[in-house]
């Protein structure tokens, strides 16, 4: 019998969730630096990842590896996740998407496609996801987290959607398939702006100090 949750005076039964953390990217934008593994007090940002994903109710984690991955990898090795390399990353985020997918497979109610990136996603964020997905509108199976118009991220997909995606042999861009299925998805609207903070630029890093008083540092290898 599964764990029954109480959220908003109803109760839903504990939905099995996997997660795929994307950090394949090349990071070019920032000077080829592997942007998951900037620092924030002292802390890779993709650790921070894997420790609020399983602090948020994610029972697997896929990690999808490719431009860095020899930098990457050592530093997800003490934790219990899949990792799979994308051995040709420069095929685009949607390569990632679908190799991360297949790996995870079709075992799980809910499935989050995250990025590795946002520096301040923690726990609450991603327990504050899974529960707007559980309270969705009846017929939706997508939801994402929109705050003042700007669409953010996470997304989180039905397991029968996905099972349905890996089905075929299209490509799956998250943002493609959203808007070509407007009826399937819910837009959670939230103030929460954690959902639209990440780390593309030089000028990002610099808002980020700015916006929050914290640093983010180069990884180790690039600083040194």
């Known amino acids: 019998m ?13 939905l099995r969730v996997g997660a795929v953390l994307l950090a394949a990217g090349e990071g070019s ?17 993709i650790n921070r990842h894997l420790i609020a994903l399983s ?3 994610v029972d697997e984690v896929v990690v999808v590896t490719g431009y860095h991955h020899a930098e990457i990898e050592p530093a997800v090795e003490t934790f219990p996740v899949t990792v799979v390399r994308n051995p040709n990353p420069e095929a685009g985020q949607q390569s990632s998407v679908r190799l991360g997918l ?21 726990s609450a964020e991603f327990t504050e996801l899974i529960a707007a997905f559980k309270k969705r509108p009846l017929g939706t199976a997508i939801v994402y987290p929109e705050v003042n118009g700007q669409r953010g991220n996470p997304v989180v997909f039905s397991g029968e959607v996905v099972a349905d995606l890996l089905a075929t042999n299209q490509k799956i861009g998250c943002r ?13 609207r ?32 690039t600083a040194s």
């Not at 493609?176 to 959670?188: A, G, R, S, T």
């Open 2 to 14: 599964g764990c029954l949750l109480k959220q908003g005076g109803g109760l839903y039964a504990r």
């Open 29 to 45: 934008r920032l000077g080829s630096v592997p942007k998951c593994l900037l620092r924030l007090q002292g802390v890779p940002l």
């Open 55 to 57: 602090g948020g109710g």
């Open 102 to 122: 297949e790996a995870l497979g079709t075992k799980f109610d809910v499935i989050l496609i995250a990025l590795a990136d946002q520096p301040l996603l923690s």
């Open 176 to 188: 493609k398939f959203i808007d070509e299925n407007p009826m399937l998805v819910h837009q959670y």
């Open 190 to 221: 939230t103030e929460n702006d954690r959902f639209i903070l990440d780390i593309d630029t030089p000028e990002d890093l610099d808002a980020f100090e700015k916006r929050t008083g914290w640093k983010l540092t180069m990884p180790l290898e």
